[in-house]
């Protein structure tokens, strides 16, 4: 598999606050690559770089190994995390808008059918619930038939059915062998979507894998998580303090139960469980991706 | 379709879906050129007015001292006074040096002062000119389609584009193949064809019952007008280009607006204001509409008569544009 998009060393800065601080990475043709991060941590400005929205102070950006140009913008598609729609004309006026505005457009049927639009196709775009709207948003970023398709949290503020709804669109447009680039704070939309993800946190990369390999690599057998009630004493081996919690990752469970309760720890929220990219993102930035 | 029919396409039908803003652009004007023709119409002063030159102590005319009668004096006969009989502003017009007068053959006025005046001016020689009274309204008409044309020129594009700015129209634009100019360029061609269009159906529709005096060219009425819209929009370009806040936008706009409504003339005269004033006026695009549209209306003036201001309001609009298209963000 060769790479389609890589960026280098991408540096972007707002006043003093480095938004992106030096963040590399490539992502292979037809995956589904996941960029994840708590609120601010830099992964709209890192997006929005790559889509060739914002200039980055420093760095390169490469799409089929050359930079990219003024013709990257027919071969992408893009959805924003938040975009108006122009008000009083339809779904289907809008879509045949900007249809008009790439060389070989998807035809609307096509996109009827990819985006489930079929129900909403006539309503007025300001008459769109947030489920709706994604699927419309959507369905203009798939218009250009984009080899690299760029979300950016396309299911914040969705309901879980809808957001279960809008995964199934990603998995359609995946089949098709479309790469996606997707941003989330959700990390079952991780697991299901992406093939590998990269972890980022205050403008930096902290790990870049499939999911599996890196629940492998950072967790060995179960996870033990209790609350320290400010006992920071506590000293165990693959023990380690992360907010309110001590957690343990420990292959043998019998031994660790032991010693907690010999600790006198207050055992009271106590939970074992197999690690999950939460728990990864817990470890690795010491923050909850929502908090 | 074409990138630049369809964007022109989306945005006209944006507008006329628009109900109330699209009632607006069209009733406000109607609305005030009704209500002026109400205001200031025909009736008045019941005085004849009779404009002198050479008057005597010695000289005839008891029916200077009547008192429906009134009298102004001029220093001698000039194109002026001629001018004011013909748009009825004077009934009669006495040059007592050459022993001549003056009338107007359309004036019911000054067919009762031939009458009254016709025995003490035997030995005088009659001037019959003609034509038309020039109401307030027909005065005022270009103003206020001026004033609406540059209301909707100002706040269709310049405002419009700032809202896209702010909730994100322009930055999905962004993302397309589409360059800024050809963005711009069919928001502007929308907002050409409505103001064209919404201009000369008010006049149009206006014009059935008040009937105003068009002297020149209907075509060159056409041409200033479509003009001045270009100038106008691309002086909300200038606004358009850079800002973010329609807060900010819309308190700009109506503080540049109101000082042109004020000064360009289009309720009353500049001719008895401050030179500095008058030169003020200049700069702004409104005020070379209103006097070329006034011109061709009322005066009669052709191509070569206003060609002045069509030079004016063509530099304006090149200027207009090339400062915008250096100031304009996407984002």
């Given at each position: 598999?060769?790479?389609?998009?890589?960026?280098?060393?991408?540096?972007?800065?707002?006043?003093?606050?480095?938004?992106?601080?030096?963040?590399?990475?490539?992502?292979?043709?037809?995956?589904?690559?996941?960029?994840?991060?708590?609120?601010?941590?830099?992964?709209?400005?890192?997006?929005?770089?790559?889509?060739?929205?914002?200039?980055?102070?420093?760095?390169?950006?490469?799409?089929?190994?050359?930079?990219?140009?003024?013709?990257f913008k027919q071969k992408v598609g893009?959805?924003?995390?938040?975009?108006?729609?122009?008000?009083?004309?339809?779904?289907?006026?809008?879509?045949?808008?900007?249809?008009?505005?790439?060389?070989?457009?998807?035809?609307?049927?096509?996109?009827?059918?990819?985006?489930?639009?079929?129900?909403?196709?006539?309503?007025?775009?300001?008459?769109?619930?947030?489920?709706?709207?994604?699927?419309?948003?959507?369905?203009?970023?798939?218009?250009?038939?984009?080899?690299?398709?760029?979300?950016?949290?396309?299911?914040?503020?969705?309901?879980?059915?809808?957001?279960?709804?809008?995964?199934?669109?990603?998995?359609?447009?995946?089949?098709?062998?479309?790469?996606?680039?997707?941003?989330?704070?959700?990390?079952?939309?991780?697991?299901?979507?992406?093939?590998?993800?990269?972890?980022?946190?205050?403008?930096?990369?902290?790990?870049?894998?499939?999911?599996?390999k890196l629940l492998s690599s950072h967790?060995?057998?179960?996870?033990?998580?209790?609350?320290?009630?400010?006992?920071?004493?506590?000293?165990?081996?693959?023990?380690?303090?992360?907010?309110?919690?001590?957690?343990?990752?420990?292959?043998?469970?019998?031994?660790?139960?032991?010693?907690?309760?010999?600790?006198?720890?207050?055992?009271?929220?106590?939970?074992?469980?197999?690690?999950?990219?939460?728990?990864?993102?817990?470890?690795?930035?010491?923050?909850?991706?929502?908090? | 379709?074409?990138?630049?029919?369809?964007?022109?396409?989306?945005?006209?039908?944006?507008?006329?879906?628009?109900?109330?803003?699209?009632?607006?652009?069209?009733?406000?004007?109607?609305?005030?050129?009704?209500?002026?023709?109400?205001?200031?119409?025909?009736?008045?002063?019941?005085?004849?007015?009779?404009?002198?030159?050479?008057?005597?102590?010695?000289?005839?005319?008891?029916?200077?001292?009547?008192?429906?009668?009134?009298?102004?004096?001029?220093?001698?006969?000039?194109?002026?006074?001629?001018?004011?009989?013909?748009?009825?502003?004077?009934?009669?017009?006495?040059?007592?040096?050459?022993?001549?007068?003056?009338?107007?053959?359309?004036?019911?006025?000054?067919?009762?002062?031939?009458?009254?005046?016709?025995?003490?001016?035997?030995?005088?020689?009659?001037?019959?000119?003609?034509?038309?009274?020039?109401?307030?309204?027909?005065?005022?008409?270009?103003?206020?389609?001026?004033?609406?044309?540059?209301?909707?020129?100002?706040?269709?594009?310049?405002?419009?584009?700032?809202?896209?700015?702010?909730?994100?129209?322009?930055?999905?634009?962004?993302?397309?193949?589409?360059?800024?100019?050809?963005?711009?360029?069919?928001?502007?061609?929308?907002?050409?064809?409505?103001?064209?269009?919404?201009?000369?159906?008010?006049?149009?529709?206006?014009?059935?019952?008040?009937?105003?005096?068009?002297?020149?060219?209907?075509?060159?009425?056409?041409?200033?007008?479509?003009?001045?819209?270009?100038?106008?929009?691309?002086?909300?370009?200038?606004?358009?280009?850079?800002?973010?806040?329609?807060?900010?936008?819309?308190?700009?706009?109506?503080?540049?607006?109101?000082?042109?409504?004020?000064?360009?003339?289009?309720?009353?005269?500049?001719?008895?204001?401050?030179?500095?004033?008058?030169?003020?006026?200049?700069?702004?695009p409104l005020t070379h509409f209103i006097?070329?549209?006034?011109?061709?209306?009322?005066?009669?003036?052709?191509?070569?008569?206003?060609?002045?201001?069509?030079?004016?309001?063509?530099?304006?609009?090149?200027?207009?544009?090339?400062?915008?298209?250096?100031?304009?963000?996407?984002?």
């Open positions: 598999m060769s790479d389609l998009i890589r960026i280098e060393n991408l540096i972007k800065t707002y006043g003093n606050v480095r938004a992106v601080d030096g963040i590399s990475f490539s992502i292979p043709e037809g995956i589904c690559f996941g960029l994840l991060g708590p609120n601010g941590a830099g992964k709209t400005t890192t997006i929005e770089m790559m889509e060739g929205i914002l200039k980055p102070d420093s760095g390169e950006i490469y799409f089929h190994g050359r930079k990219i140009d003024r013709h893009i959805q924003f995390q938040n975009t108006a729609l122009p008000e009083f004309i339809t779904v289907k006026e809008t879509l045949e808008l900007f249809q008009a505005l790439y060389p070989n457009p998807r035809t609307i049927e096509e996109i009827i059918e990819i985006c489930s639009l079929a129900d909403i196709i006539d309503r007025d775009n300001r008459k769109l619930s947030g489920g709706q709207r994604q699927r419309m948003l959507l369905g203009l970023a798939i218009i250009p038939r984009p080899e690299m398709l760029f979300l950016d949290e396309p299911t914040t503020g969705l309901d879980p059915q809808a957001r279960r709804n809008f995964w199934e669109l990603i998995g359609k447009i995946k089949a098709e062998n479309t790469t996606i680039l997707l941003t989330t704070h959700y990390m079952d939309e991780a697991e299901v979507l992406c093939d590998q993800i990269g972890i980022i946190d205050q403008g930096k990369l902290l790990e870049i894998d499939s999911p599996s967790f060995d057998g179960a996870l033990v998580r209790v609350p320290h009630f400010g006992r920071e004493d506590l000293v165990f081996s693959d023990g380690s303090l992360s907010g309110d919690f001590l957690e343990i990752t420990t292959r043998n469970l019998d031994k660790t139960m032991k010693e907690l309760l010999q600790s006198e720890l207050n055992l009271e929220g106590l939970s074992i469980k197999k690690p999950n990219l939460e728990d990864l993102f817990l470890k690795l930035t010491g923050t909850s991706l929502r908090s | 379709m074409n990138k630049f029919t369809a964007l022109v396409r989306a945005r006209t039908m944006e507008f006329l879906r628009d109900r109330g803003t699209f009632f607006w652009n069209l009733l406000f004007p109607v609305i005030l050129v009704i209500g002026f023709s109400f205001a200031f119409g025909s009736g008045g002063d019941s005085l004849f007015k009779i404009g002198v030159s050479g008057l005597k102590d010695d000289s005839r005319g008891t029916f200077l001292e009547l008192s429906s009668i009134e009298v102004i004096a001029y220093d001698s006969k000039s194109a002026d006074v001629i001018e004011k009989l013909r748009r009825h502003q004077l009934d009669m017009y006495i040059d007592f040096d050459s022993m001549t007068y003056y009338l107007n053959d359309e004036s019911s006025s000054s067919e009762i002062l031939r009458i009254i005046t016709g025995a003490e001016l035997s030995g005088f020689t009659e001037n019959e000119i003609s034509g038309e009274p020039i109401r307030y309204i027909d005065w005022a008409v270009p103003g206020i389609i001026g004033m609406n044309m540059l209301f909707s020129c100002l706040f269709g594009v310049g405002f419009v584009i700032v809202r896209y700015r702010k909730n994100g129209v322009l930055k999905r634009m962004k993302a397309t193949p589409v360059s800024p100019l050809l963005f711009i360029t069919a928001q502007m061609s929308s907002r050409f064809v409505i103001v064209l269009i919404t201009s000369v159906a008010v006049f149009t529709g206006t014009n059935l019952f008040l009937h105003f005096i068009v002297n020149g060219s209907y075509l060159l009425l056409l041409l200033i007008t479509a003009l001045a819209i270009l100038c106008m929009i691309s002086f909300g370009l200038i606004f358009a280009a850079r800002l973010k806040s329609e807060e900010l936008t819309s308190g700009l706009m109506n503080l540049l607006t109101f000082p042109m409504i004020i000064f360009s003339g289009v309720f009353f005269s500049l001719e008895g204001a401050p030179v500095f004033m008058q030169k003020a006026s200049k700069v702004m006097e070329a549209a006034r011109a061709v209306m009322i005066d009669g003036a052709g191509l070569i008569q206003i060609m002045p201001n069509i030079l004016v309001l063509s530099g304006m609009t090149v200027g207009f544009l090339i400062i915008a298209s250096m100031l304009f963000r996407w984002d």
